[in-house]
């Protein structure tokens, strides 16, 4: 071994294999390996690929697939006004977080982006906040669900993404 040195964190000697270090090989695999992140069986009903809708079972709410925007809160309810949809409340949009938080690559930005939604039913939803209905505590804000950690938070202004909801 000698002309090696071992990387930060390794003595000289120790985890090398093939003159590449053990941990080296072990980030790879756990970085090339796809984190599946999927709802309970029986959560959705039966969903093709190219459906535009999803229904809940648990909850009775028939879902947009897709995102929309980034828009206002206000341009987002019109948007969702009518047919019986509408910008769903914070509750409503936090059983869409998933709580096994994963990996996924964003076709948007070309990177891996850590996602906390189910990639099956939801499928290339944005690693960001979301409006909802719901006030906040501060007057003219509105609780916002970020699918990227799965946190709430609250906004007034700004340029945000959102999701459709009916009940069914």
């Given at each position: 071994?000698?002309?090696?040195r071992?990387?930060?964190?390794?003595?000289?000697?120790?985890?090398?294999?093939?003159?590449?270090?053990r941990?080296?090989?072990?980030?790879?695999?756990?970085?090339?390996?796809?984190?599946?992140?999927?709802a309970?069986?029986?959560?959705?009903?039966?969903?093709?690929?190219?459906?535009t809708?999803?229904?809940d079972?648990?909850?009775?709410?028939?879902?947009?697939?897709?995102?929309?925007?980034?828009?206002?809160?206000?341009?987002?309810?019109?948007a969702?006004?009518?047919?019986?949809?509408?910008?769903?409340?914070?509750?409503?949009?936090?059983?869409?977080?998933?709580?096994?938080?994963?990996?996924?690559?964003?076709?948007?930005?070309?990177?891996?982006?850590?996602?906390?939604?189910?990639?099956?039913?939801?499928?290339?939803?944005?690693a960001?906040?979301?409006?909802t209905?719901?006030?906040?505590?501060?007057?003219g804000?509105?609780?916002?669900v970020?699918?990227?950690?799965?946190v709430?938070?609250?906004?007034?202004?700004?340029?945000?993404?959102?999701?459709?909801?009916?009940?069914?």
């Amino acid at each position: 071994m000698t002309g090696r040195r071992p990387l930060p964190g390794l003595r000289r000697g120790e985890g090398w294999v093939g003159g590449r270090a053990r941990r080296i090989a072990l980030v790879a695999l756990a970085v090339s390996l796809p984190a599946l992140a999927n709802a309970p069986a029986d959560q959705y009903s039966f969903f093709a690929r190219d459906d535009t809708h999803i229904q809940d079972n648990f909850t009775h709410l028939d879902w947009d697939r897709g995102a929309s925007g980034p828009d206002t809160q206000a341009n987002a309810a019109t948007a969702c006004g009518g047919a019986g949809k509408r910008l769903p409340t914070v509750k409503e949009l936090l059983t869409l977080v998933d709580e096994n938080v994963h990996e996924e690559f964003d076709p948007g930005t070309k990177t891996i982006v850590t996602k906390a939604i189910d990639p099956n039913a939801f499928p290339q939803t944005p690693a960001v906040e979301f409006w909802t209905s719901t006030l906040g505590t501060n007057a003219g804000k509105f609780r916002t669900v970020d699918f990227e950690s799965g946190v709430t938070s609250q906004r007034s202004t700004g340029l945000l993404a959102y999701r459709c909801v009916k009940d069914f």
